[in-house]
C-alpha cells in the first residue's frame, strides 16, 4: 500500500511520464505488489529514470532493505533522488550513477529481486553480468521485451534457455518478462 505521499509523487509522475520513460502505473503496481509477496533482501534496479519504478518498488520493501539502482544520467539520478525524498523513501534506496556494466562489476550481490529498464540492446549484457550474482532464489523483471524485442532478443533467449529459470512474457504495454528462479513452490 502506497501512502498519500507517495502517492502524489507517483501521481506527478506519471503526468510526465513520457518525458523520461516511466513504466506504466500498472507496471508500477506490478513491480510493487511481487516486491510485497517475495520480500527480497537485495533488490537491484537497472534504470533509474526519475525514480517512478523505484518509488513502487522501495515502497513495498521490508523494513532495513534498501533498493539499489542504478541510473547513468547524473541529472535524471539526481531527479531520481528529489523524489525518493518526497515520497519518503531516502532512507530505503541507494542509488547509484554511472554505467551499469561497471557498476554490476562492483556490486557484490547476491541479487535476489532484479528490475531492468533501461538500454534495450544491453540487456543480455546486465544478464551475463548478473547471473552469477544472482540468488539461488530470485526473480528478475524486464520491460519492453516485446515492444523492443530485435535489441532484447538475445536476452529473452538466454532467459528461456537457462534451465535454472521459469519465465513468461506477459503482454501488457510494452511486453514484461517475469523470471523465477528457485524452483516450484518455494519462495524468498
Known amino acids: 500500500m502506497f501512502t498519500?505521499?507517495?502517492?502524489?509523487?507517483?501521481?506527478?509522475l506519471a503526468a510526465q511520464?513520457?518525458?523520461h520513460y516511466d513504466v506504466h502505473p500498472e507496471l508500477g503496481e506490478?513491480?510493487?505488489?511481487?516486491?510485497?509477496?517475495?520480500?527480497?533482501?537485495?533488490?537491484?534496479?537497472?534504470?533509474?529514470?526519475?525514480?517512478?519504478?523505484?518509488i513502487c518498488i522501495a515502497a513495498a520493501l521490508p523494513r532495513g532493505v534498501r533498493l539499489v539502482t542504478i541510473e547513468r544520467d547524473g541529472r535524471l539520478a539526481r531527479a531520481a533522488a528529489h523524489n525518493f525524498a518526497r515520497a519518503g523513501l531516502a532512507d530505503r534506496v541507494e542509488p547509484k550513477v554511472g554505467g551499469a556494466f561497471a557498476l554490476l562489476k562492483r556490486l557484490p550481490g547476491p541479487f535476489d529481486f532484479v528490475f531492468?529498464?533501461?538500454?534495450?540492446?544491453?540487456y543480455y549484457g546486465y544478464w551475463t553480468r548478473l547471473?552469477?550474482?544472482m540468488s539461488p532464489r530470485s526473480m528478475?523483471?524486464?520491460?519492453?521485451?516485446?515492444s523492443h524485442a530485435e535489441e532484447t532478443r538475445d536476452f529473452r533467449r538466454a532467459v528461456a534457455e537457462h534451465p535454472e529459470f521459469e519465465q513468461v512474457v506477459l503482454s501488457?504495454?510494452?511486453?514484461?518478462l517475469l523470471a523465477w528462479r528457485g524452483g516450484r513452490g518455494e519462495s524468498f
Do not use: C
Not at 511481487?34 to 520480500?39: N, T, Y
Open 4 to 12: 498519500p505521499a507517495q502517492k502524489r509523487v507517483l501521481s506527478a
Open 17 to 19: 511520464r513520457w518525458k
Open 30 to 54: 506490478l513491480l510493487h505488489l511481487l516486491v510485497h509477496i517475495f520480500a527480497p533482501r537485495y533488490p537491484l534496479e537497472i534504470g533509474t529514470a526519475n525514480g517512478y519504478s523505484g
Open 116 to 122: 531492468i529498464d533501461a538500454t534495450k540492446v544491453e
Open 131 to 133: 547471473l552469477p550474482k
Open 140 to 146: 528478475v523483471v524486464a520491460d519492453n521485451v516485446v
Open 172 to 176: 501488457m504495454h510494452h511486453g514484461v
